[in-house]
């Protein structure tokens, strides 16, 4: 009799009601003026020859260790980032870093200085091409751990509301990442306790070395923090004016105080997962044609053609880019290494 009174009432209960989940609209390519698409067409290139010189420079021997470059999703670093603010929002990312420093404004010497492991370095040389990190541009780092920045930049997160501060923070991570189990829990946080972060899955489909599809049940990773009711947004990772769009939607909802928001750019590396790295798990043909078909700084180059630059103005500005990327190169050479010394430096925090 008891079971059958607790059945009926069970079945009687009343289910609560599942309550509407307001989402940010859906992102507009954003209507940037001829200046606006220059920079970010300057700031795309000035990634791509820097890459390409680093991987240079690490054939020669100067760079050691691992390096991850960046080379076709330089559009997500620059579209989102430029859409932020240096010196109040803060950026964490992965070992894929090089090119989101370059995209806030940080001097590219000293990115190569610390490539290969100079003094004058950004990390004194200690961080190289993984752990590179500057407090005063409130760049976090530069991370070794799969997945680890994830709930690092919750917690640079964290500090910005309890700071109210007005700053927010911008955490990358890849497709490969968006499986650990830190980053569900970061994102439970986040959504209990409405942080203003932006979650950004870099999906260039293929993680270390397995496709998206192979490794993962849920494909469409921008549904990721569904369950904890933080929406998310597909955005074209290869088109720089689209994710500066995604950008300014996900940045209003953050900083309207409605919690996290999850940006899938779905974007493409050229190169192998690092440079020890031979890719056989896809095909030329396959890398060729995305090339042909959706390079971003081929994208922002035919936007400015139609906006009436000429192809002069533009090869004068890559030009101009070689100059830089080369003046980093031979600083980075020329400059010396770090004293012995240095080894025991930023390793505790008092003498013991």
């Given at each position: 009799?008891?079971?059958?009174?607790?059945?009926?009432?069970?079945k009687?209960?009343?289910?609560?009601?599942?309550?509407?989940?307001?989402?940010?609209?859906?992102?507009?390519?954003?209507?940037?003026?001829?200046?606006?698409?220059?920079?970010?067409?300057?700031?795309?290139?000035?990634?791509?020859?820097?890459?390409?010189?680093?991987?240079?420079?690490?054939?020669?021997?100067?760079?050691?260790?691992?390096?991850?470059?960046?080379?076709?999703?330089?559009?997500?670093?620059?579209?989102?980032?430029?859409?932020?603010?240096?010196?109040?929002?803060?950026?964490?990312?992965?070992?894929?870093?090089?090119?989101?420093?370059?995209?806030?404004?940080?001097?590219?010497?000293?990115?190569?200085?610390?490539?290969?492991?100079?003094?004058?370095?950004?990390?004194r040389?200690?961080?190289?091409?993984m752990?590179?990190?500057?407090?005063?541009?409130?760049?976090?780092?530069?991370?070794?751990?799969?997945?680890?920045?994830?709930?690092?930049?919750?917690?640079?997160?964290?500090?910005?509301?309890?700071?109210?501060?007005?700053?927010?923070?911008?955490?990358?991570?890849?497709?490969?990442?968006?499986?650990?189990?830190?980053?569900?829990?970061?994102?439970?946080?986040?959504?209990?306790?409405?942080?203003?972060?932006?979650?950004?899955?870099?999906?260039?489909?293929?993680?270390m070395?397995?496709?998206?599809?192979?490794?993962?049940?849920?494909?469409q990773?921008?549904?990721?923090?569904?369950?904890?009711?933080?929406?998310?947004?597909?955005?074209?990772?290869?088109?720089?004016?689209?994710?500066?769009?995604?950008?300014?939607t996900?940045?209003?909802?953050?900083?309207?105080?409605?919690?996290?928001?999850?940006?899938?750019?779905k974007?493409?590396r050229?190169?192998?997962?690092?440079?020890?790295d031979?890719?056989?798990?896809?095909?030329?043909?396959?890398?060729?044609?995305?090339?042909?078909?959706?390079?971003?700084?081929?994208?922002?180059?035919?936007?400015?053609?139609?906006?009436?630059?000429?192809?002069?103005?533009?090869?004068?500005?890559?030009?101009?880019i070689?100059?830089?990327?080369?003046?980093?190169?031979?600083?980075?050479?020329?400059?010396?290494?770090?004293?012995?010394?240095?080894?025991?430096?930023?390793?505790?925090?008092?003498?013991?």
């Amino acid at each position: 009799m008891a079971r059958a009174s607790t059945a009926k009432a069970a079945k009687g209960a009343a289910t609560p009601a599942t309550p509407n989940r307001e989402r940010p609209p859906e992102p507009q390519r954003f209507e940037a003026s001829k200046d606006q698409l220059l920079e970010f067409y300057r700031q795309m290139l000035l990634i791509r020859r820097f890459e390409e010189r680093a991987g240079q420079l690490y054939g020669l021997g100067l760079i050691g260790g691992f390096c991850h470059l960046y080379i076709g999703q330089e559009a997500v670093a620059v579209g989102l980032q430029s859409a932020l603010e240096p010196g109040k929002d803060s950026v964490i990312t992965g070992y894929r870093d090089h090119g989101h420093m370059l995209a806030y404004g940080i001097d590219p010497k000293i990115i190569m200085a610390e490539l290969t492991g100079r003094q004058a370095g950004i990390s004194r040389g200690k961080g190289g091409s993984m752990h590179m990190f500057s407090t005063e541009h409130k760049f976090y780092g530069g991370h070794g751990i799969v997945g680890a920045q994830v709930p690092l930049g919750t917690g640079l997160a964290f500090t910005h509301k309890y700071r109210n501060d007005g700053g927010l923070c911008l955490a990358y991570f890849g497709d490969g990442a968006a499986n650990q189990g830190q980053v569900y829990e970061s994102f439970n946080m986040a959504e209990l306790w409405k942080l203003p972060v932006i979650f950004v899955i870099e999906n260039n489909q293929y993680a270390m070395g397995t496709s998206v599809n192979r490794s993962s049940a849920e494909d469409q990773l921008y549904r990721r923090g569904e369950s904890f009711r933080i929406p998310g947004l597909q955005v074209d990772g290869m088109d720089v004016l689209a994710v500066r769009g995604a950008a300014e939607t996900a940045r209003e909802w953050v900083k309207a105080g409605k919690g996290p928001v999850l940006l899938e750019l779905k974007t493409y590396r050229y190169r192998g997962h690092s440079m020890s790295d031979p890719a056989k798990y896809r095909s030329r043909e396959e890398v060729q044609a995305v090339r042909d078909k959706s390079d971003p700084i081929e994208h922002a180059k035919r936007e400015l053609e139609a906006m009436g630059l000429k192809e002069d103005a533009l090869k004068e500005i890559d030009k101009e880019i070689r100059a830089i990327v080369a003046e980093a190169a031979d600083y980075a050479e020329s400059t010396p290494e770090p004293p012995e010394g240095e080894l025991y430096t930023d390793v505790v925090v008092d003498t013991y």
